[in-house]
């Protein structure tokens, strides 16, 4: 069987959307499939991926079919991308996100070949986001046919309850599917004892993703700077991409005298993103809008205390105590960091996670969601 995966972008600093699209498609890979990504991109991109990804099993079984730079009609209506489908011949395409040109010429293109295809939102409905272009995305789908390329697919791939229920309220799927993200935690374990380079060697809180408002940096800032008195020797590690608010928080940082205690280290791929899991006191998803949390699981296999807002759709971590959450305030956050801190470690969940998330058992249940249509075309 041959597996089209098709994502606008993978580049590494997008943070969970891309490695969790490679993931899976490394997975279907180890269980024979033969699996392809397609998607744009540009010469950094490229350069940096095998750095980005080489820890993803079954990364080097999965074909890429990058396009270079796109131009703007091509960005628009897809040209390229549709022959390169073509070229392939998939029996089966799994659609990354929602809201990119590619992607509904992608499912155009499925319906069009008569080939089954998936919606994997990664959150993009959340209500949260909802808030945002709504007269964009009015037009999107009831106009420019974002909407009928939405029914055209066999279900959409809700990652929570939560968010299926979500999606189905919407009705632009013709069904919704729980099938949630994995974790393949193993070969970066065995790597995570040494401290992380070029983190102090001190206790700290950690913040791990994108430097985005969407993600709360901006409230777990604003948490620590309540509690820093109260844990002299503690730090904050805010490690991410910087998606325009790492100048702000810096200011912030620098306003309250605790500058020297807010270190913003970039992006951390690989072993040193595992390493900043596995030394810090906390870590904590503080995101205004999340539809899974990847990081979520990684740091209950790193065996850390974890925080998360009630805004992020993964509510079975703390339901079964592995996670705890907080309230939209920063005064809330700081509240439910300072109690964790102040707890004896409880952290158990790592063989829940390697049970229930591994992307083996991941890409399983998807095959099973599509093998009707998969008897259907064959």
């Known amino acids: 069987m041959r597996i089209l995966h098709v994502i606008d972008s993978l580049d590494a600093t997008m943070g969970g959307l891309p490695r969790a699209a490679l993931s899976l498609a490394g997975a279907q890979s180890q269980l024979g499939f033969e699996v392809s990504v397609l998607y744009y991109s540009d010469t950094r991109q490229e ?7 080489a820890d993803i099993p079954g990364i080097s079984l999965v074909g890429r079919l990058s396009l270079i730079r796109p131009s703007k009609r091509e960005w628009l209506f897809g040209k ?6 073509r070229a392939a011949s998939p029996h089966f395409i799994h659609i990354h996100g929602l809201w990119e040109p590619l992607l509904r010429n992608a499912l ?9 295809a998936v919606v994997t939102p990664h959150g993009m409905m959340h209500p949260w986001q909802d808030r945002f272009c709504r007269i964009r995305k009015w037009i999107l789908i ?3 046919g974002w909407g009928k390329a939405w029914r055209s697919c066999l279900f959409a791939r809700a990652l929570t309850p939560p968010e299926a229920r979500h999606l189905e309220g919407k009705g632009y799927f013709p069904r919704v599917e729980v099938i ?23 206790p700290y809180v950690l913040g791990l993703g994108r430097l985005a408002f969407g993600k709360g940096t901006d409230l777990l800032l604003e948490a620590f700077l309540q509690i820093a008195g109260e844990f002299p020797d503690l730090n904050l590690v805010l490690a991410g991409a910087d998606y325009g608010l790492q100048a702000k928080l810096q200011k912030m940082a620098a306003a309250s005298g605790l500058g020297h205690r807010v270190i913003f280290p970039g992006n951390q791929p690989g072993p040193q993103k595992w390493r900043l899991l596995r030394h810090t006191q906390c870590f904590c998803l503080p995101s205004r ?11 209950v296999m790193a065996g850390v205390p974890v925080v998360q807002s009630d805004a992020c759709w993964f509510r ?23 109690q964790t801190l102040n707890a004896p470690p409880t952290q158990t969940g790592g063989e829940f996670v390697r049970t ?10 998807l095959q099973e969601a599509i093998a009707p249509a998969e008897n259907t075309a064959f």
């Open 142 to 144: 009831r106009v420019l």
């Open 356 to 365: 229930h998330f591994s992307w083996q058992r991941i890409a399983r249940q």
């Open 80 to 85: 390229a991308a549709r022959g390169r489908i």
């Open 289 to 299: 809008a999340e539809g899974f949390g990847l990081v979520l699981l990684e740091a």
């Open 316 to 338: 079975e971590l703390v339901e079964r105590g592995h996670a705890v959450s907080f309230g939209a305030r920063p005064e809330d956050l700081a509240e439910t960091l300072r």
């Open 47 to 53: 350069a940096e991926f095998d750095a980005a990804y």
């Open 108 to 116: 155009c293109e499925a319906a069009r070949m008569k080939v089954p």
């Open 180 to 202: 949630p993200n994995g974790v393949d935690p193993d070969p970066a374990l065995s790597q995570i004892e040494a401290w992380p380079v070029g983190i102090p060697p001190q």
